[in-house]
């Protein structure tokens, strides 16, 4: 055993990891990085980026080695007064051989990798007030003030375990093929300033050369450091293998023009085909020809939950073969980012009782939405607001900016945002691909060609691939017969009298409150059993909804009743539709729900004409009427070649207060970006970010035992299952009715009481109907304790 140097007695964290092992694990996430993400250092500008990211990764923690630190580190009595260890480290980056613009970019990048720049100068104390608590305070205790930068500098280092560091230097430099060596004279303590002083007004031209240096290093030294810490060995890549689906895929079925374009194509492009035409296969045949021209992350963006755990699970199929086919095992290769990750990923892990099986569980499941939140899985499926987060400024934004950089990214149904959400986008998707050089691929089956325009000239495409006309023309897929009445019209006469029980139908309302009617009123025909029939909304809680989403794809289903969710891509092939009205593009969607892949005879799309009272209130009315008037003039089976026609005669252009809204969001967005500086978070940012979430969670009142027995049992992502979202709007109209109330449920954990505030809500719910709205006649006092 060889005898120890005195750098292992030196730590970096309480848990007794020392300052050398934490620089070897950050490293190991700098080989990682530098694997993965090579366009990192190509934005800069800077030819020896990598070579920077490994001095400030090697000196960031030095400051930890001032002997009141470890102390403190030790749980020993100390002057370290809170103060921040990385001010203690920059001046151990001016022993590097190089020019003193290189030093100062890794000083700063260190100087903020826990605190921002701002928050750092609210703890600097001037001189005269350091003089005066010396005085008052410390001068009988200690020979200076314990935040007197210089004295402590010159009193709480060691030489010797310097040198072995310095030591330690030379040989990972040569380990990394690092050129920059150290200089012999020793640093001059007294001619040094408080790096806070020095550095803590740092400002620099938005988009320069400067910002992006400083933006990419400060970016890249965080993620070694928090990865490195949480011992994290691996980043993971895609590779050749990972697409060998496409070989067989090719061999399988005959492409279409579409497919074959995307096949070849390798720069950003808009695809526009119909549903069930193999969008999804055209995205990854892309794909992989993008990534054999330059690594990176990969980002399969679509706009709903559901969706997105739909395609999860999908391209875990076809990317990660190694997990596809062993049951209940995650992929490390396709991860996925939204609101209620957890809930999804807890499905993968077995139901326990105990606290301490909990316990344990909760560990694995943290880990696993750890693992796909720090983006060390290739591709990740996620909402658009995952990517859009970061432009808001919200703490962590530059980390988030660093795993883009060079990423590609697949846009699918991106018809489905309000104009300010696409604006957004646009200004979003614009700023990656010029700054960053992201690859990108834009999908849709439905999309005016005013909007095709906007994408087009926005970012800079060329390439559009367009079905081809021979399959629009033979996609005869549905007919669509305009009914003079409602819904409920149409199922208390035309249904009854023609119910065909070899058939599966779909009822799709505008709203919950339509569905559950419908849905009440088929159980009461009694065609069916309750298990024929599944009604799907947004008002059930988790546990129950997932239940429905299986019930969706069984075969003894032959009714489903739902609201606009069944839109998005979820796989299911009914044969009749009845549908309330909508605009075309939210029609289309729906459409592609029956008959999807054209392998059934021409299926009847029964479009009521009468809508519900408040309809108004999801979608325009005008809309809804411009789409029934040019749906009214088919009077042959739907020729899939005359839809974007269609869809251009319902949306020729933005309406005037739709276009302001746009120009004035493409605006003020592009003058936001403005604010994303290096060492810096925007608090208004991260509050204007989160407001965007409309909906609130609440608990139906029938299950406050079982959620504070859940609690109680530690089974916390279980009980989060039972809560329900709200519309905000809905929510503080119940909220100011006294139909909702805040109640507090304390629980005890690791020998702590932990408060979990959540709002109840006094309306009655059915696993068959979701939230209804009527009071739940439940008393306070009987139920409460």
Not at 260 to 267: G, L, M, Q, R, W
Not at 353 to 360: A, M, Q, R
Request: net charge positive; aromatic share 14%; proline share 2%.
């Amino acid at each position: 055993m060889s005898e120890k140097k005195l750098i292992d007695f030196i730590l970096a964290k309480s848990d007794g990891t020392t300052l050398s092992e934490h620089i070897n694990d950050d490293l190991v996430i700098f080989k990682q990085l530098k694997n993965s993400l090579p366009v990192a250092s190509e934005l800069t500008n800077l030819k020896r980026f990598w070579e920077l990211l490994f001095c400030a990764i090697f000196f960031h923690d030095f400051g930890k080695m001032h002997s009141e630190f470890q102390k403190k580190l030790k749980g020993e009595k100390n002057y370290w007064q809170g103060q921040r260890h990385e001010i203690y480290s920059i001046p151990f980056v001016y022993k590097l051989d190089i020019p003193e613009w290189k030093q100062d970019l890794i000083a700063k990048a260190i100087l903020a990798h826990h605190k921002s720049f701002d928050e750092l100068k609210k703890s600097l104390i001037n001189e005269e007030d350091l003089e005066f608590e010396y005085q008052t305070q410390w001068k009988n205790k200690i020979k200076y003030h314990p935040k007197d930068f210089l004295e402590n500098l010159k009193h709480n280092f060691s030489k010797e375990v310097l040198n072995e560091y310095l030591s330690l230097f030379e040989q990972k430099r040569k380990l990394f093929n690092i050129p920059y060596t150290l200089k012999e004279e020793p640093i001059k303590v007294d001619t040094l300033k408080n790096p806070i002083n020095k550095y803590c007004n740092f400002s620099c031209n938005f988009l320069s050369e400067e910002y992006f240096q400083n933006l990419m290093l400060w970016a890249g030294l965080k993620i070694s450091d928090h990865l490195g810490s949480a011992k994290i060995k691996k980043i993971y890549l895609l590779n050749k293998g990972n697409f060998k689906f496409i070989d067989a895929f090719k061999a399988k079925y005959r492409l279409y023009k579409h497919q074959k374009e995307s096949f070849k194509a390798n720069t950003s492009s808009i695809l526009i085909a119909p549903t069930g035409s193999g969008k999804t296969e055209s995205a990854l045949g892309w794909l992989k020809n993008v990534l054999e021209k330059k690594q990176g992350r990969v980002f399969y963006v679509l706009p709903y939950t559901a969706s997105i755990n739909a395609m999860h699970k999908r391209l875990v199929n076809y990317i990660d073969f190694e997990v596809s086919n062993k049951e209940k095992k995650f992929s490390n290769i396709v991860g996925l980012l939204h609101g209620n990750i957890s809930h999804y990923i807890s499905e993968y892990f077995t139901d326990v009782n105990s606290k301490e099986e909990n316990i344990k569980r909760n560990k694995k499941i943290k880990k696993l939405v750890a693992q796909y939140k720090t983006l060390l899985s290739p591709v990740i499926v996620a909402t658009p607001f995952q990517l859009l987060k970061y432009f808001f400024g919200i703490k962590g934004f530059e980390k988030g900016l660093f795993f883009l950089s060079g990423a590609k990214l697949i846009f699918d149904e991106i018809h489905a945002y309000d104009v300010q959400t696409f604006a957004q986008l646009i200004v979003m998707l614009r700023f990656l691909k010029k700054y960053f050089y992201n690859d990108i691929f834009i999908m849709t089956a439905t999309l005016p060609t005013f909007m095709i325009e906007i994408i087009k000239n926005y970012l800079e495409i060329d390439t559009v691939i367009y079905a081809d006309d021979n399959l629009l023309s033979n996609l005869k897929r549905h007919k669509i017969i305009l009914y003079k009445g409602d819904i409920i019209n149409f199922l208390q006469n035309e249904f009854l009298t023609n119910y065909d029980k070899s058939k599966k139908y779909i009822f799709v309302c505008n709203t919950v409150s339509r569905a559950q009617e419908v849905y009440k009123k088929i159980l009461n025909t009694n065609l069916f059993k309750k298990d024929d029939i599944v009604l799907v909304h947004g008002r059930f809680n988790q546990k129950d909804r997932n239940i429905k989403e299986q019930k969706l794809q069984d075969e003894n289903t032959k009714v489903l009743v739902g609201t606009q969710t069944i839109e998005v891509s979820l796989d299911i092939d009914y044969d009749v539709m009845i549908t309330e009205p909508a605009p075309l593009d939210a029609l289309v969607q729906r459409f592609g729900r029956v008959n999807r892949k054209a392998k059934k005879e021409i299926s009847p799309i029964y479009l009521c004409e009468i809508g519900g009272k408040n309809d108004k209130f999801i979608y325009p009315i005008e809309k809804i009427q411009a789409t029934v008037s040019v749906l009214s003039k088919i009077n042959d089976n739907l020729d899939e070649k005359i839809l974007q026609e269609l869809l251009d005669t319902v949306y020729p252009s933005w309406t005037e207060q739709e276009q302001k809204l746009f120009d004035e969001t493409i605006k003020l967005f592009d003058e936001s970006l403005k604010t994303l500086m290096p060492f810096s978070y925007c608090k208004e940012g991260e509050e204007k970010f989160y407001s965007r979430f409309t909906d609130i969670k609440v608990l139906p009142v029938a299950f406050y035992n079982e959620y504070k027995e859940l609690l109680q049992n530690y089974n916390f992502i279980e009980a989060e299952k039972l809560l329900v979202n709200l519309n905000r709007n809905l929510f503080y109209k119940f909220l100011k009715e006294g139909i909702i109330s805040e109640e507090k449920f304390v629980i005890e954990l690791n020998d702590k009481l932990i408060t979990n505030n959540i709002y109840v809500i006094y309306l009655k719910y059915s696993e068959e109907l979701g939230l209804i709205d009527e009071k739940e006649d439940f008393k306070k006092e009987t139920l409460f304790w």
